[in-house]
């Protein structure tokens, strides 16, 4: 409970926002995040393809027991390049505020994690991409599209349905900091 009332004082909208139960069609999508230095980390989470990016941050958010919401981007890195920390060779999805201002020195326009359904990407199985949480301390994951599973009824998504190793604190301080 504590976790909803801190993502919604952070971000103005509860982590329950992206709770649905939409239609029985909709199937459901699988992912796998681990953190991309500590991989023995991670979490296989479930959302509905109608379900957008900015969900699935949302569902991430609260599996790796963050609190202090910061900005956000996922990378797909472009057939052939490398999946590693700031890729130049990738279509970036950012959070709704970054795509607002997205800085002096970008290029390309930033498309909107809010705006983007899991359908619309195109996903194919074992396709890895990465999540960035924290531009500053820099919380990479990397991501496996797993498969495609039938929804199960009055089952609320985004879902975490297995978890392996324990949360790192989202932040770290030193003894001389505090």
């Known amino acids: 409970m504590a976790k909803k009332r801190a993502a919604k004082k952070a971000t103005g909208r509860s982590l329950k926002k992206s709770s649905t139960t939409l239609g029985a069609n909709f199937e459901v999508r699988l992912f796998k995040v681990a953190l991309m230095y500590e991989k023995r980390i991670w979490r296989r989470i479930a959302l509905l393809e109608k379900q957008t990016l900015d969900d699935l941050h949302l569902a991430i958010f609260g599996a790796f027991d963050r609190f202090d919401e910061h900005l956000y981007s996922f990378f797909f890195p472009f057939p052939g390049a490398k999946l590693e920390p700031w890729p130049r060779a990738a279509t970036e ?86």
């Open 93 to 178: 999805y950012s959070c709704a505020f970054n795509c607002e201002d997205p800085g002096p020195f970008r290029e390309e326009p930033l498309l909107n994690a809010e705006e983007t359904t899991l359908d619309s990407l195109d996903l194919s199985k074992g396709q890895k991409f990465l999540y960035l949480f924290d531009f500053g301390d820099e919380w990479w994951h990397e991501i496996t599209y797993e498969d495609r599973a039938p929804r199960t009824p009055r089952m609320k998504y985004p879902r975490v349905m297995e978890s392996r190793g324990e949360s790192p604190p989202q932040y770290v301080y030193d003894d001389d900091d505090e």
